[in-house]
């Protein structure tokens, strides 16, 4: 691992502990249990004792992301991953637990916060950024649409990713959309589940049964 790597391993780890701080200063005001879940329409469904919400979802969160950087190092193909693709993986986690995290604290101060319309805005870009990459990334065991029949044909791999791009990409934008609306949010989820998922992975294997 190079030092440039040791350098961004020990900041964005860090950056995944920060929220602790915060939450260390609001823990006398924070009721005993947590909301940590919410449902389509911002109904908290699942909770955890305000100690477990200040360290141990910083904690796990820290211990996900160097799992998730374990697996890209030591990845036999790694050259091959997009380098911005990369990136955005080891940022991910990090940036996503300094929003996350915050806003479970302020939400459980009575702050009013709209969940159900902030975690698929942030999803959404998610999806459309990693699709705008997608094609970019070779073959990998780590990042991508990892199918038996993707990993063992590079043309395979290309012309999924290709189209897996785009309708990511277009997935993302009904995950932000379904921000914005208060109906049909299940229905719309689960085409976007089709779009983003199904439909690949069936273009693939039709591949595989031409030959490619």
């Known amino acids: 691992m190079t030092r440039k790597m040791n350098r961004t391993l020990v900041i964005t780890t860090l950056l995944c502990l920060l929220p602790i701080i915060p939450g260390l200063i609001v823990y006398p005001d924070l009721p005993d249990q947590i909301a940590i879940h919410w449902n389509t329409a911002g109904e908290a469904d699942n909770f955890?004792?305000?100690?477990?919400?200040?360290?141990?979802?910083?904690?796990?969160?820290?211990?996900?992301?160097?799992?998730?950087?374990?697996?890209?190092?030591?990845?036999?193909?790694?050259?091959?991953?997009?380098?911005?693709?990369?990136?955005?993986?080891?940022?991910?986690?990090?940036?996503?637990?300094?929003?996350?995290?915050?806003?479970?604290?302020?939400?459980?101060?009575?702050?009013?916060?709209?969940?159900?319309?902030i975690a698929p805005i942030l999803v959404g870009l998610i999806f459309i950024i990693c699709g705008n990459y997608m094609p970019k990334s070779k073959q990998n065991f780590t990042v991508g649409i990892k199918l038996p029949w993707t990993l063992t044909s590079e043309e395979n791999w290309n012309k999924t990713h290709r189209l897996a791009g785009y309708l990511w990409i277009i997935g993302g934008l009904g995950m932000i959309l379904t921000g914005f609306i208060n109906f049909a949010q299940i229905l719309i989820m689960i085409i976007l589940v089709v779009i983003i998922v199904i439909i690949p992975t069936v273009y693939s294997f039709v591949l595989y049964k031409k030959g490619i």
């Open 48 to 117: 955890t004792s305000k100690a477990i919400a200040v360290w141990g979802l910083p904690l796990l969160m820290a211990a996900i992301h160097l799992f998730t950087i374990f697996m890209i190092n030591n990845d036999p193909k790694k050259e091959n991953t997009a380098k911005a693709l990369k990136q955005l993986i080891i940022w991910l986690i990090p940036i996503m637990t300094l929003i996350i995290v915050p806003i479970t604290l302020f939400k459980a101060l009575g702050y009013d916060i709209r969940i159900e319309s």
